[in-house]
């Protein structure tokens, strides 16, 4: 073929999407990346993210923590597992035509609808009420009945992976009908939340049963690592966005400050020590050798999108005390400690399970990564009077406050050092005890 020739076809294929065959893409297809409408569809995921961490925040502020938390894993359950959904189809059968892409912005159209019910799942909760509602349940409809249609054209299509598909798109639209049962009145809260756990149990299950069962579909491991990959910088960039925030409400009220310089700081250093940390796990690399690691390793993201939102939902309560002052020190550093400490925790667990390996060596990093959190427990409660609200006119509360978000965003530093210095070789050993065990075969 000439170079004319070439790029002629070439740009048939990148400026023409009429229908295409979904014929499954090739699953040891080497360095795929994501495409433009992946991240766009990543963004609009990102927003009702930022808009759980908000209404969290607000929960907290309000003194509905326990509804707040409740509705908050909720909410972070059903967005993260919408995106997983499509997330997993697009990889074994994102052909990028016409079709395609309208299902993707449909979809999209459906995860705006969800998080306009975010706030309504919230009050219900607070009033001990389902978090699940009518809007969220539109949401879902709108999202999934694109996706039942994509995994039945992909039945269609790719007779080698029928019954595989056909199982996904049954399984989606039972579990969606579920969803929606739970949205009837007269069910009391025990029914209600018992029932939605169910639903969710199964549809965690399903996937792994269907793949044992009738066949793995055609995704990529190495295309659903940088999928994860990316949304988990994307909403890292909601706490450089909280940082933003709550530096704001602290320059409005009292002009730039060595305080509020370290505050900005340390909230940047939180967000790039987060990637930073999740970065260091070799997810792309081991992915591509063991993908049947995949599934075990992508349920361990379910949570730590919520935790990373959540640092935001902390930073934005931060924000809030200090401008309010109506909360306390010790309030505020549990909003901002626990969810980092959350973080922390789940990047030692995905590094645990993607390498199979429970290595007891990596306890003293991990028990030093706690040390600053537990510091900045310590000095919000020793250096406040119980029961009293920060105040910004006192020099010690303001010293206070950039100690305890200091010492937070001193627990992710320990952890990125840490493993740049002693982690890495934790990782190579692990995967040499797995070699002799796996081979050279990729699909082992």
Same mark, same amino acid.
């Given at each position: 073929?000439?170079?004319?020739?070439?790029?002629?076809?070439?740009?048939?294929?990148?400026?023409?999407?009429?229908?295409?065959?979904?014929?499954?893409?090739?699953?040891?297809?080497?360095?795929?990346?994501?495409?433009?409408?992946?991240?766009?569809?990543?963004?609009?995921?990102?927003?009702?993210?930022?808009?759980?961490?908000?209404?969290?925040?607000?929960?907290?502020?309000?003194?509905?923590?326990?509804?707040?938390?409740?509705?908050?894993?909720?909410?972070?359950?059903?967005?993260?597992?919408?995106?997983?959904?499509?997330?997993?189809?697009?990889?074994?059968?994102?052909?990028?035509?016409?079709?395609?892409?309208?299902?993707?912005?449909?979809?999209?159209?459906?995860?705006?609808?969800?998080?306009?019910?975010?706030?309504?799942?919230?009050?219900?909760?607070?009033?001990?009420?389902?978090?699940?509602?009518?809007?969220?349940?539109?949401?879902?409809?709108?999202?999934?009945?694109?996706?039942?249609?994509?995994?039945?054209?992909?039945?269609?299509?790719?007779?080698?992976?029928?019954?595989?598909?056909?199982?996904?798109?049954?399984?989606?639209?039972?579990?969606?009908?579920?969803?929606?049962?739970?949205?009837?009145?007269?069910?009391?809260?025990?029914?209600?939340?018992?029932?939605?756990?169910?639903?969710?149990?199964?549809?965690?299950?399903?996937?792994?049963?269907?793949?044992?069962?009738?066949?793995?579909?055609?995704?990529?491991?190495?295309?659903?690592?940088?999928?994860?990959?990316? &949304?988990? =910088?994307? %909403?890292?960039?909601?706490? $450089? +966005? !909280?940082? #933003?925030? *709550? /530096?704001?409400?602290?320059?409005?009220?009292?002009?730039?400050?060595?305080?509020?310089?370290?505050?900005?700081?340390?909230?940047?250093?939180?967000?790039?020590?987060?990637?930073?940390?999740?970065?260091?796990?070799?997810?792309?690399?081991?992915?591509?050798?063991?993908?049947?690691?995949?599934?075990?390793?992508?349920?361990?993201?379910?949570?730590?999108?919520?935790?990373?939102?959540?640092?935001?939902?902390?930073?934005?309560?931060?924000?809030?005390?200090?401008?309010?002052?109506?909360?306390?020190?010790?309030?505020?550093?549990?909003?901002?400690?626990?969810?980092?400490?959350?973080?922390?925790?789940?990047?030692?667990?995905?590094?645990?399970?993607?390498?199979?390996?429970?290595?007891?060596?990596?306890?003293? &990093?991990? =028990?030093? %990564?706690?040390?600053?959190? $537990? +510091? !900045?427990? #310590?000095? *919000? /409660?020793?250096?406040?009077?119980?029961?009293?609200?920060?105040?910004?006119?006192?020099?010690?509360?303001?010293?206070?406050?950039?100690?305890?978000?200091?010492?937070?965003?001193?627990?992710?530093?320990?952890?990125?050092?840490?493993?740049?210095?002693?982690?890495?070789?934790?990782?190579?050993?692990?995967?040499?005890?797995?070699?002799?065990?796996?081979?050279?075969?990729?699909?082992?």
């Amino acid at each position: 073929m000439t170079t004319t020739a070439a790029l002629a076809s070439q740009l048939r294929d990148d400026l023409r999407h009429r229908l295409r065959p979904m014929t499954g893409r090739d699953p040891n297809e080497r360095d795929r990346v994501v495409t433009p409408l992946e991240l766009l569809y990543d963004l609009v995921y990102v927003i009702a993210f930022a808009a759980a961490a908000d209404e969290l925040a607000h929960a907290i502020i309000d003194g509905e923590v326990g509804p707040g938390i409740g509705a908050y894993v909720f909410a972070i359950f059903a967005i993260t597992w919408a995106w997983l959904n499509f997330t997993w189809f697009a990889s074994a059968y994102g052909n990028d035509d016409a079709l395609f892409r309208v299902a993707t912005v449909v979809q999209m159209v459906g995860v705006v609808v969800l998080t306009f019910g975010l706030p309504v799942s919230f009050e219900n909760a607070a009033h001990g009420e389902s978090p699940n509602n009518g809007m969220l349940v539109v949401g879902y409809i709108i999202m999934r009945v694109p996706l039942i249609v994509l995994w039945l054209r992909a039945a269609r299509e790719d007779p080698a992976h029928r019954r595989t598909s056909i199982a996904y798109a049954v399984v989606i639209a039972i579990a969606q009908v579920g969803w929606a049962l739970t949205t009837l009145p007269g069910l009391s809260f025990g029914v209600t939340v018992t029932f939605l756990v169910a639903v969710a149990a199964a549809e965690m299950i399903a996937p792994v049963i269907i793949e044992r069962r009738y066949g793995r579909a055609p995704w990529n491991a190495g295309h659903i690592a940088e999928r994860f990959g990316l &949304l988990t =910088l994307i %909403t890292v960039g909601e706490v $450089v +966005a !909280a940082t #933003v925030a *709550a /530096v704001g409400v602290l320059v409005s009220e009292q002009g730039w400050s060595v305080g509020a310089v370290v505050i900005a700081a340390s909230g940047l250093v939180i967000a790039a020590g987060l990637w930073w940390a999740y970065s260091l796990i070799p997810t792309r690399a081991i992915l591509t050798r063991w993908p049947e690691r995949t599934f075990a390793w992508r349920y361990a993201h379910l949570p730590l999108f919520g935790a990373i939102a959540a640092v935001g939902a902390g930073l934005r309560v931060a924000a809030d005390g200090v401008e309010h002052q109506e909360l306390t020190l010790p309030q505020i550093t549990l909003a901002l400690a626990v969810p980092v400490g959350c973080v922390v925790v789940l990047v030692f667990l995905i590094w645990s399970v993607l390498l199979r390996s429970y290595d007891l060596t990596h306890i003293p &990093l991990f =028990l030093c %990564t706690l040390v600053p959190l $537990v +510091a !900045a427990a #310590v000095v *919000a /409660v020793v250096a406040s009077e119980p029961g009293a609200p920060i105040d910004l006119e006192d020099d010690a509360d303001v010293a206070a406050l950039v100690t305890v978000i200091a010492l937070v965003s001193l627990s992710c530093v320990v952890e990125v050092v840490g493993h740049e210095m002693v982690g890495y070789t934790h990782t190579l050993r692990a995967v040499e005890r797995n070699l002799p065990r796996q081979g050279d075969d990729v699909h082992a």
